[in-house]
């Protein structure tokens, strides 16, 4: 179990969330699939503190400050999307395109 | 020199003060806007005395120290210097001395025949700065001085005959004599820029001494040297460049007796003259085709002069002819002799000028001379000057226009082939013929009816007529005097054979003139009937003008035409307007990008991402 | 095969399973829990990793925070295709693109120089040591941007007296 393992798993896990955040029509959904993509960020990172030599806690470290940030990330993105909900009816992001031509 | 030398001033070198104060006058009457008041005009006078009074001293002082040349830099550009300078010497002192002395008397006549002018100030102001750039045109001993200078008078020619810019005729008439000039000055430049290339300086001594050392290749020296003298066709209105001269009479009097009979037209001869030695180093078909041309112009002016009806037109037309015939002085190599009837010219024209005025001012505006008549009876002064300028162009002895005429007959004997003396001799004939023409026509005979509240000019009009008649019939007697300040021997023998023809010429002509017109032998009538067959087109100006135009129709302006259409189509349409829709239509299909939908706008990222990560592996970026 | 290679590869199933559950979903509620079920795994991985404190801090961040408030938000949310949500046109591309990114880092991942592949732990000790001196600034501005967004979340779905 080389540290290639976990880096394909962690380009798996991005590459399904981007898929998502590219397909998905509902916000919430979108949101979630950002947080895939985050976690798998994580994975790669942790993966490259514990596989160093000698050991830095460097990975670690911004792994805790990518999930704080994802949580401060979270919520507002859900305040926006509840405004998002109030002015529209709806949260499908089909519907929000004012910036049309 | 440095500037601050030049200015310490004594001597002769005080002759530039004489053209700035008369720039002074000319800028304190527009600075102050002095357009519309009296004060204008006295400012004016006042610099133009104090302009005299300066050539006087001058013209005392060179008499003891000599010629001299006065020059201090300017600017550098690369290696060449550009200086500015002066010349004092005694063509530019005949000079100053002929515009100083004329600029004032007509000054005191304009007074008071523009009296009753709202613009009189802005009359004099151009007028000022005309007197200003002549004396600069004579006093400049550098080419580009003299270029600069030869613009600013025809400028001041262009203001001045176009004075009454209300009428049509006048704007067309100033417009006309700055082009037809303009053609001319285009010469000259070329001119002054090739004598340059060929000696690397502008100063006009310099070029004429490498000049005389034979630095200049012939045929650049004749090229260079014949275009100086279209500028002078231009100038002094030379066949084919002399349509301008009868049309600028639609500027007041004083400025035709002023500029267009004494002093800027001139300037033409007055330029051939200063740099005279190049056109005799230059191959002698140079001086020929000058001579050629004055001839021309003299046999043309004459004999249009002759069926003019308009006394003004009369004598414009012979103010050409009377060109003609310095430049065929010039041109048979006696530039003394050709300054000399430039001098004795300048007196008489101005005074028939100014008479002309006179007569204009007296009859209530008449200038056809079928409509006056019999003057005399109402004003004398004017008809006993305006006599003595018409006897002394006519070449009368013992009046000043017989003596230079004749020194341009010998001149042309002795260097021309015999046929422009039988030429000349004609137009000699025929410049007696139609002055004294014009006189009886005018003066004498009888008083017709509607001119019976004719009366005689106020003072300030008659008294400058007087003065330029005085010195009509006394300037002849100073010839020598005049070979001997030019450094030339006083007078070689007399030939008689041409001084018989002078005189009997001249004779011949008045008794021609008084026979047909006063005794009427033969009617005038008739013999325009059978001489239909040049009267006609001399009436016409021999159809030049008619020629200019259809040139002009047909070639300038179709060729304007298409060069207009490629500018509106091409170069507006296309180029200009169609860079900007373009843009404006590349903007209509590409806004489609902006979908609005942002999972448009995170896929272009992530393929953005993709192809840099892709393309930096591959090395491409 | 060793053990830990095993626990590897049935937790790499259960997170890539929830993946695919999460983008391929219909139900909106189905998507969220099977979220909470990869981002377990994930946790899994960080133990399998030696990571103790952060497989803790995912399980209660993400398990106990963010899919609750998820949950709310769809609650309040709610739409008439809840249901069933359908996915928009660009499949065909996303679907290309996103395998050619996978391509792209799994190619770097293989042809890149990986060490000496051996696990180690890191004290948790260190890790505090680590956080609360070399890395105390941008601890200080984690705070402050969890403050802002506290702030901002607040601020933006107030409802009432605004305008």
């Known amino acids: 179990m080389t540290l290639v393992y976990f880096q394909i798993l962690s380009a798996a896990l991005f590459s399904i969330g981007l898929y998502g955040v590219l397909v998905r029509r509902s916000a919430v959904l979108i949101l979630l699939c950002i947080e895939l993509m985050l976690n798998a960020v994580n994975i790669n990172l942790i993966a490259f503190s514990a596989y160093s030599e000698p050991i830095v806690a460097t990975g670690q470290v911004i792994a805790i400050f990518v999930i704080t940030i994802a949580a401060a990330e979270v919520g507002l993105a859900l305040a926006i999307i509840i405004n998002l909900f109030r002015n529209k009816g709806s949260v499908d992001i089909d519907e929000v395109d004012l910036m049309k031509w | 020199?440095?500037?601050?030398?030049?200015?310490?001033?004594?001597?002769?070198?005080?002759?530039?003060?004489?053209?700035?104060?008369?720039?002074?006058?000319?800028?304190?009457?527009?600075?102050?806007?002095?357009?519309?008041?009296?004060?204008?005009?006295?400012?004016?006078?006042?610099?133009?005395?104090?302009?005299?009074?300066?050539?006087?001293?001058?013209?005392?002082?060179?008499?003891?120290?000599?010629?001299?040349?006065?020059?201090?830099?300017?600017?550098?550009?690369?290696?060449?210097?550009?200086?500015?300078?002066?010349?004092?010497?005694?063509?530019?002192?005949?000079?100053?001395?002929?515009?100083?002395?004329?600029?004032?008397?007509?000054?005191?006549?304009?007074?008071?025949?523009?009296?009753?002018?709202?613009?009189?100030?802005?009359?004099?102001?151009?007028?000022?700065?005309?007197?200003?750039?002549?004396?600069?045109?004579?006093?400049?001993?550098?080419?580009?001085?003299?270029?600069?200078?030869?613009?600013?008078?025809?400028?001041?020619s262009y203001l001045l005959i176009g004075?009454?810019?209300?009428?049509?005729?006048?704007?067309?008439?100033?417009?006309?004599?700055?082009?037809?000039?303009?053609?001319?000055?285009?010469?000259l430049l070329i001119g002054i820029i090739l004598l340059f290339k060929a000696t690397g300086t502008f100063q006009i001594s310099t070029i004429i001494h490498i000049a005389q050392q034979g630095g200049i290749a012939d045929t650049s020296l004749m090229v260079a040297v014949l275009l100086l003298f279209l500028g002078a066709m231009g100038k002094s209105a030379q066949f084919p460049l002399h349509v301008w001269l009868p049309d600028a009479m639609e500027g007041p009097t004083p400025v035709s007796a002023l500029i267009h009979a004494a002093t800027m037209v001139v300037a033409g001869v007055y330029l051939v003259a200063r740099v005279f030695p190049l056109f005799e180093l230059a191959p002698p078909i140079t001086l020929t085709i000058v001579a050629i041309v004055g001839l021309t112009t003299a046999i043309i002016g004459a004999s249009i002069a002759l069926v003019m009806t308009d006394l003004k037109k009369v004598l414009a037309y012979s103010t050409i002819s009377h060109l003609g015939f310095m430049m065929l002085a010039l041109g048979s190599g006696a530039y003394v002799v050709a300054m000399f009837h430039l001098f004795t010219h300048a007196f008489a024209k101005a005074l028939l000028f100014l008479s002309a005025g006179s007569v204009d001012h007296g009859?209530?505006?008449?200038?056809?001379?079928?409509?006056?008549?019999?003057?005399?009876?109402?004003?004398?002064?004017?008809?006993?000057?305006?006599?003595?300028?018409?006897?002394?162009?006519?070449?009368?002895?013992?009046?000043?226009?017989?003596?230079?005429?004749?020194?341009?007959?010998?001149?042309?004997?002795?260097?021309?082939?015999?046929?422009?003396?039988?030429?000349?001799?004609?137009?000699?004939?025929?410049?007696?013929?139609?002055?004294?023409?014009?006189?009886?026509?005018?003066?004498?005979?009888?008083?017709?009816?509607?001119?019976?509240?004719?009366?005689?000019?106020?003072?300030?009009?008659?008294?400058?007529?007087?003065?330029?008649?005085?010195?009509?019939?006394?300037?002849?007697?100073?010839?020598?005097?005049?070979?001997?300040?030019?450094?030339?021997?006083?007078?070689?023998?007399?030939?008689?054979?041409?001084?018989?023809?002078?005189?009997?010429?001249?004779?011949?002509?008045?008794?021609?003139?008084?026979?047909?017109?006063?005794?009427?032998?033969?009617?005038?009538?008739?013999?325009?009937?059978?001489?239909?067959?040049?009267?006609?087109?001399?009436?016409?100006?021999?159809?030049?003008?008619?020629?200019?135009?259809?040139?002009?129709?047909?070639?300038?302006?179709?060729?304007?035409?298409?060069?207009?259409?490629f500018d509106r189509i091409v170069v507006n349409d296309t180029v200009v307007n169609g860079t900007g829709y373009s843009v404006f239509l590349s903007a209509f299909k590409l806004r489609y990008l902006e979908t609005g939908k942002l999972y448009n706008y995170a896929l272009a990222m992530v393929i953005g991402v993709l192809f840099i990560g892709i393309s930096k592996y591959w090395g491409i970026l | 095969m060793s053990a830990s290679l095993l626990v590897f590869f049935?937790?790499?199933?259960?997170?890539?399973?929830?993946?695919?559950?999460?983008?391929?979903?219909?139900?909106?509620?189905?998507?969220?829990?099977?979220?909470?079920?990869?981002?377990?795994?994930?946790?899994?991985?960080?133990?399998?990793?030696?990571?103790?404190?952060?497989?803790?801090?995912?399980?209660?961040?993400?398990?106990?925070?963010?899919?609750?408030?998820v949950l709310f938000v769809i609650m309040l949310t709610k739409s008439d295709d809840f249901h069933s949500m359908t996915d928009n046109q660009q499949r065909p591309i996303a679907f290309i693109v996103s395998l050619g990114l996978f391509g792209v880092l799994t190619f770097a991942a293989i042809t890149g120089d990986t060490g000496n592949n051996v696990r180690s732990s890191l004290k948790f000790a260190d890790l505090g040591d680590s956080l609360f001196t070399k890395w105390a600034i941008p601890f200080e501005v984690a705070s402050l941007i969890l403050l802002v967004a506290l702030i901002g979340a607040i601020v933006i779905s107030k409802q009432g007296e605004e305008e």
């Open chain 2, 163 to 187: 004075f009454w810019y209300e009428k049509r005729a006048a704007a067309e008439a100033a417009k006309k004599a700055f082009v037809t000039t303009r053609i001319g000055d285009v010469g």
């Open chain 2, 1 to 156: 020199m440095s500037l601050l030398e030049f200015s310490i001033i004594e001597g002769i070198q005080m002759a530039w003060l004489a053209p700035a104060i008369s720039v002074l006058a000319f800028v304190l009457i527009v600075v102050f806007r002095l357009f519309e008041s009296k004060l204008g005009s006295a400012i004016s006078i006042l610099g133009a005395i104090s302009g005299l009074s300066i050539v006087g001293y001058v013209v005392n002082q060179f008499d003891k120290t000599g010629a001299g040349e006065f020059s201090s830099e300017w600017f550098t550009v690369g290696s060449t210097v550009i200086t500015v300078g002066i010349t004092v010497d005694q063509l530019s002192v005949v000079m100053l001395a002929i515009v100083t002395f004329v600029a004032l008397l007509v000054q005191i006549y304009s007074i008071s025949y523009m009296k009753d002018e709202p613009r009189v100030g802005w009359y004099f102001a151009v007028h000022s700065l005309f007197v200003a750039s002549m004396l600069i045109l004579v006093l400049a001993n550098n080419l580009l001085i003299l270029y600069f200078a030869w613009e600013l008078v025809g400028l001041c």
């Open chain 2, 363 to 565: 009859t209530g505006g008449k200038r056809d001379i079928r409509e006056l008549g019999g003057l005399r009876h109402r004003m004398p002064i004017t008809t006993i000057t305006f006599s003595i300028g018409a006897l002394a162009l006519a070449g009368v002895p013992p009046l000043s226009g017989f003596f230079s005429k004749d020194e341009i007959m010998m001149a042309v004997m002795d260097g021309m082939h015999p046929i422009f003396f039988i030429i000349a001799t004609l137009a000699v004939l025929m410049s007696s013929l139609y002055m004294v023409r014009v006189l009886i026509l005018v003066f004498f005979g009888e008083l017709k009816p509607e001119n019976d509240g004719a009366h005689e000019s106020p003072a300030l009009m008659t008294i400058p007529l007087v003065i330029l008649a005085m010195m009509s019939l006394v300037v002849g007697f100073f010839s020598s005097n005049w070979k001997s300040f030019f450094g030339e021997e006083a007078s070689h023998d007399i030939d008689p054979l041409v001084l018989g023809l002078s005189i009997s010429m001249s004779i011949g002509g008045l008794f021609l003139g008084w026979a047909i017109y006063t005794k009427r032998w033969v009617a005038p009538e008739e013999i325009a009937e059978k001489l239909k067959l040049f009267g006609r087109p001399a009436a016409n100006g021999y159809y030049i003008d008619s020629f200019y135009q259809w040139t002009i129709d047909r070639i300038v302006l179709v060729f304007a035409n298409m060069v207009a259409l």
């Open chain 3, 10 to 69: 049935v937790l790499s199933i259960v997170c890539v399973g929830g993946a695919l559950g999460v983008v391929l979903a219909r139900n909106v509620v189905h998507a969220t829990f099977l979220l909470l079920l990869s981002l377990m795994g994930v946790a899994g991985v960080f133990l399998l990793l030696l990571a103790e404190f952060l497989a803790l801090v995912q399980v209660l961040i993400y398990g106990g925070a963010i899919t609750i408030v």
